[in-house]
């Protein structure tokens, strides 16, 4: 009999839809032809993670909007280089630029996940990650976090249960971080990878980072001078210990890093819409995903999802 206490699982499922599109060879087809393995790769996953980490709850947490014009308005360059090239005229959103025959499945993944009856929650204009650290704020309870995004491992905290799985090659081969592992490869802890992680910069959301200050430098000055407000001060301070180049390019660095903190630290305060995050232990619409199996050629893996939903039941 399950306790009170109930365990959350919390997928970026972008994040993870993209390693099993890479993962699984593009030879897994649907009967007429067409590219399925996000779609068979994900589900793999999925019943993976709730054999090997028992939740009791799951969220699906989608990307409503992959690139929110927020964090564009505060440092232009973010993601900007995976956006879809444009057409001069064009006044519709940014769309991001995904291998074609992903796109596709995207729509499946969503019609999948819903006959299921596994939550899937995207609030516009947030990101996955977003939702993500909302939902990690409001858990009563112990938070499992699934993602190939670094930027997450802010929210690890131990005290509260929150760790992030880790895929390293599928999710069978993952790591568990948690704050020691944390300290181990980054010499910060949650909160402190945010300021680590705007220091250092990542090109692969356009963050600029401040030039010269790579990520070994970012966990000194954190360790001297506690976080990101600490060390601006010391820039300020002639007695700190502060090299003159690391002062002078954190000084240039200024604007940068007083609009930096609110890109990349992940929003809390998402308007959530009602859901049931409780794992069925059987489909919502079995017709329905009777029809989307036949279709899609998802019989195999989508069994798998059902036997570890039944045995969690």
């Known amino acids: ?80 280089h995976r956006v879809l090239e444009e057409h001069p005229g064009d006044t519709e959103p940014d769309v991001e ?104 910069g990542d090109p692969s959301d356009g963050l600029p980072g401040v030039p010269g200050i790579g990520e070994k430098t970012a966990a000194k000055l954190i360790a001297a001078y506690g976080d990101l407000a600490g060390i601006m001060a010391a820039v300020d301070d002639p007695a700190s210990g502060l090299s003159p180049s690391q002062r002078r390019k954190l000084d240039a660095s200024r604007p940068y890093v007083a609009v930096a903190p609110t890109v990349v630290r992940v929003a809390g305060d998402v308007p959530l819409p009602a859901f049931d995050p409780a794992l069925p232990a059987a489909p919502a619409q079995p017709e329905r995903l009777l029809e989307l199996s036949e279709r899609w050629g998802l019989r195999s893996s989508l069994n798998r999802v059902l036997e570890v939903l039944r045995a969690r039941a």
């Open 1 to 80: 009999m399950r306790g009170v206490t109930r365990r959350l699982m919390l997928l970026d499922t972008a994040s993870l839809y993209f390693r099993a599109y890479f993962g699984v060879p593009e030879s897994v087809r649907a009967p007429d032809g067409t590219p399925v393995n996000a779609v068979r790769g994900l589900l793999d996953f999925i019943a993976r993670l709730v054999q090997d980490h028992g939740p009791d709850d799951l969220v699906a947490c989608m990307d409503a909007d992959w690139r929110p014009q927020w964090r564009v308005d505060l440092i232009p360059s973010y993601k900007a």
């Open 97 to 200: 630029e995904v291998p074609d025959t992903l796109s596709p499945q995207v729509p499946v993944i969503e019609e999948v996940l819903d006959a299921l009856g596994i939550a899937r929650v995207g609030v516009a204009p947030y990101e996955a990650d977003d939702v993500i650290g909302t939902l990690t704020g409001h858990a009563k309870g112990p938070v499992d976090i699934v993602t190939g995004d670094r930027d997450l491992f802010q929210l690890i905290d131990d005290a509260r249960g929150v760790r992030v799985i880790y895929p390293v090659r599928g999710v069978g081969n993952a790591t568990l971080m948690d704050e020691a592992a944390l300290r181990e490869k980054y010499g910060v802890d949650g909160p402190g990878y945010v300021d680590l992680a705007l220091l250092r």
